[in-house]
């Protein structure tokens, strides 16, 4: 994957990435109800298809397994526009799904970024949410992490999330998308909170 296209002019989905705790889930709901889009989560999705938890395919079947299975929902749902997806925290680890989000025209990719400890004290304060298989290997989560940071930083956009509620995240990426809907192009300067590419180099 050389990273995404250029900048779009008039974005028609936007892609959110990072790691589990990064909020992309809820971001995500908040974008799609703004701007009257769908949203997917590819999570939901692949757990949909397949009548099991994350947790339990993980467990059954292993991860190789559940990464074919979300390559094979990412695909089939993001070719649709007016479209927010939230991907998996490991899904650009699959060559698929990252030549496949490089690809997407018109698709907005974004970043949701904080430092790890961050993002694992967001997981361990939501107890009640889904059992995340990741946080079982807590001997490789920082390489992990790493790892999928060289994917993640390929962005459009980089919003650093770790001290903006998740209404202040989507606000951040909604300042350069709504622009390019009406048909201009999206502000690419940069702020406190946010960090915009006008292009990704190969």
Not at 31 to 56: C, H, I, K, P, Y
Not at 66 to 79: L, N, P, T, W
Not at 169 to 194: D, K, M, T, Y
Request: include cysteine; hydrophobic fraction near 50%.
């Amino acid at each position: 994957m050389s990273g995404p296209a250029s900048f779009p002019a008039n974005p028609s989905r936007i892609i959110l990435t990072g790691f589990m705790g990064a909020g992309k889930t809820t971001v995500g709901a908040l974008l799609a109800e703004r701007l009257g889009w769908d949203f997917v989560d590819s999570d939901l999705l692949v757990e949909a298809r397949a009548g099991m938890t994350v947790a339990e395919i993980f467990e059954k079947r292993g991860e190789a397994v559940f990464r074919e299975m979300e390559a094979v929902a990412i695909r089939d749902a993001a070719s649709a526009d007016r479209l927010v997806v939230a991907l998996g925290g490991g899904a650009l680890e699959m060559a698929a799904t990252r030549d496949l989000v490089a690809g997407l025209p018109d698709a907005l990719v974004v970043f949701l970024d904080a430092p790890l400890e961050t993002l694992l004290a967001r997981c361990a304060g939501h107890a009640d949410g889904p059992v995340r298989p990741v946080l079982a290997d807590r001997a490789r989560l920082a390489e992990r992490w790493n790892a999928r940071l060289l994917w993640y930083r390929r962005a459009h956009v980089t919003v650093d999330t770790a001290d903006l509620s998740p209404e202040a995240v989507a606000e951040c990426i909604l300042q350069r998308v709504e622009p390019g809907i009406g048909g201009a192009q999206p502000a690419n300067g940069r702020s406190s909170s946010a960090r915009s590419k006008p292009g990704v180099p190969a």
